[in-house]
């Protein structure tokens, strides 16, 4: 049984792209899914400083160690002013100080949401070009644009075509 690490990259209690991404990675078949809260991994803002004082934060290396262990990774961001939400950056900052290859060559599949039309689409171009050079091997990508409007929590991705281009990519990535 192959194992998929999912998360939201947002530290919000309510995180529609904790949703998004715990949808997403229970659309694989023959595998097991851990949904990690960012919340659980809230560490000092990064500093080099703060690394040379303290040393780099258990909870960094554990978030390293999650990424590790998964067969495939998949990440939903929550786009905030364009970019990655500070909880995210943060705990990123961190773990890149033990590798650098933070994703440790593992498989991504990475995805955004939002509110708006949009789907947190300039969040999610900037990890696309990004997570390479970080040790991830993207294997898809997809941004679900006015959550509202396309997603419930119970039935998932409401609008058929959305839905369909997900399950495309999915059926695309081999665990």
Do not use: C
Not at 87 to 94: G, S, V
Not at 137 to 149: A, C, E, I, R, T
Request: aromatic share 10%; hydrophobic share 40%.
């Amino acid at each position: 049984m192959k194992k998929i690490i999912a998360f939201g990259a947002s530290s919000s209690k309510t995180s529609i792209n904790k949703q998004l991404a715990t949808y997403a990675a229970n659309q694989f078949e023959n595998a097991t899914v851990e949904v990690l809260d960012l919340n659980d991994f809230e560490m000092p803002i990064y500093s080099v400083d703060k690394e040379k004082d303290n040393g780099i934060p258990q909870l960094a290396q554990d978030f390293y160690a999650k990424i590790g262990s998964a067969d495939l990774n998949v990440i939903s961001f929550a786009e905030h002013n364009g970019a990655y939400s500070t909880a995210f950056k943060n705990i990123f900052d961190w773990t890149s100080r033990i590798n650098g290859k933070t994703f440790q060559e593992k498989p991504v599949l990475l995805l955004s949401t939002s509110p708006g039309p949009r789907g947190g689409s300039s969040v999610l171009e900037i990890a696309k070009n990004r997570f390479p050079f970080q040790g991830a091997v993207v294997k898809g990508s997809f941004s679900l644009p006015s959550f509202n409007d396309n997603f419930d929590a119970e039935k998932g991705i409401t609008n058929e075509d959305l839905k369909n281009q997900l399950l495309e990519i999915i059926s695309s990535i081999e665990l």
